[in-house]
């Protein structure tokens, strides 16, 4: 028996994140395809490597945790970048383990084809004939990269509908906390500051961007992290051209006043 | 060991084995498959043991009492494996620390007649190690 990568039908026309990928997955094409948010690579039809600038590069995951020193990193790109092929020799001068290289290889992939493939009213280009230098890895099909991307936007989605945790400057809340928070999502919110965002924390703990998406819109649902006002717009500005002054509707709830009126009838 | 592909087919030698998969317990993406899924869709049972994974990793009931005060950096998992036992099968699922930061695991699934247990969680652990190590 041998390992199978999934195979199931395209996705319906209309439902892909990127209509042009599919063209160039039909096709076998070998480029780069720029998008506003990132960049895939393709070789014969599949993707074989994905950058971002919303997502921490392989080196930066590599390098961070320890698994490669950042001398190790630089020499195997002054040794095989020119030849395109510093994934293998990461692997065949004993530096990265070849199971830790894929697996650090995939995450960084999926990762940032996710901010690449987001929705976009600039024009994707396609440079034919471009490869990255890291070379082969693992390469992964289109439709596999396109379903996973709409998968991953689901999962957001089904954590905390809000997507405003995904970009802006992010403040802690002054909610206390009411369950444990898992030592992942801990250590994201210790470096929430009324600054940072999502890319900033995923560059700074060397962790898929995705993931510090996932554990914000967590901690988001909980009511531990909100967006951060910026400070100049105050309200002054607003009451100067109003005359009359209507009582707000909000579409947004009030998630404190919700979570205590949870609380309070959970105590009944 | 080489890689993902190796690994897994190394998990299906062991005896009852019916399915495996490499998967990221924090998005539920199947990162390699292999044989059978319960449910004959690879990416929907990674979704679904993915999270159970990360249930049984956040828990604090299972954290390492020695937590605090520990050594800076990744938090080393507390939890080595989970297994789930059905009427026709065992499911074992079997983190893997690497190096880098990931959340991914072993997903084994063993025909409860055919398979033994105790000998799939020994090696499954020791096919985790080498798919990192070396």
């Given at each position: 028996?041998?390992p199978t990568a999934t195979t ?133 099909p289109?439709?596999a ?124 | ?32 498959t ?101």
């Open positions: 028996m041998s199931r039908p395209d996705l319906p026309e209309g439902a892909a994140p990127s209509p042009m990928l599919q063209r160039l997955a039909a096709e076998r094409a070998t480029g780069a395809l720029m998008r506003d948010r990132g960049t895939l690579y393709l070789a014969d039809g599949q993707v074989v490597h994905a950058e971002s600038p919303a997502t921490p590069g392989i080196d930066v995951l590599l390098t961070t945790g320890g698994a490669l020193r950042s001398e190790g990193w630089w020499d195997a790109v002054a040794q095989a970048g020119a030849g395109q092929r510093v994934g293998r020799y990461l692997v065949d001068s004993g530096r990265v383990p070849g199971g830790a290289l894929e697996l650090c290889h995939l995450g960084a992939l999926y990762d940032a084809a996710f901010f690449a493939l987001a929705p976009t009213h600039t024009p994707a280009r396609f440079r034919y004939g471009v490869s990255h230098w890291i070379g082969p890895v693992r390469p992964v289109v439709h990269v396109q379903r996973e991307t709409l998968r991953r936007r689901e999962l957001l989605n089904r954590i905390w509908p809000d997507a405003l945790t995904d970009s802006a400057p992010l403040s802690p809340t002054s909610h206390p906390v009411d369950a444990p928070v898992p030592p992942r999502q801990r250590r994201v919110l210790t470096l929430v500051n009324g600054e940072r965002t999502a890319t900033d924390i995923a560059q700074e703990l060397g962790r898929s961007a995705f993931h510090i998406l996932v554990d914000l819109r967590r901690l988001a649902a909980a009511g531990l992290v909100e967006a951060a006002r910026p400070a100049t717009a105050g309200p002054a500005s607003v009451s100067a051209h109003s005359r009359v002054t209507l009582p707000e509707v909000t579409a947004d709830p009030d998630v404190a006043l919700l979570r205590r009126l949870r609380d309070a009838l959970e105590a009944l | 060991m080489p890689g993902i592909d190796e690994c897994l087919i190394e998990v299906m030698r062991l005896p009852g084995a019916r399915g495996a998969a490499v998967v990221d317990w924090t998005s539920g993406l199947a990162l390699g292999i044989g059978e899924s319960p449910n004959g869709d690879h990416e929907a049972t990674a979704a679904e043991t993915a999270e159970v994974a990360r249930m049984a990793a956040e828990q604090p009931v299972f954290a390492q009492a020695d937590a605090p005060g520990g050594p800076p950096g990744p938090p080393a998992p507390a939890v080595e494996d989970v297994i789930v036992t059905t009427a026709p099968g065992y499911h074992i699922l079997r983190f893997v620390e690497t190096a880098f930061d990931s959340s991914v695991f072993l997903h084994l699934w063993l025909d409860r007649a055919e398979g033994n247990l105790a000998l799939a969680r020994i090696r499954l652990g020791e096919i985790a190690e080498r798919l990192v190590l070396a």
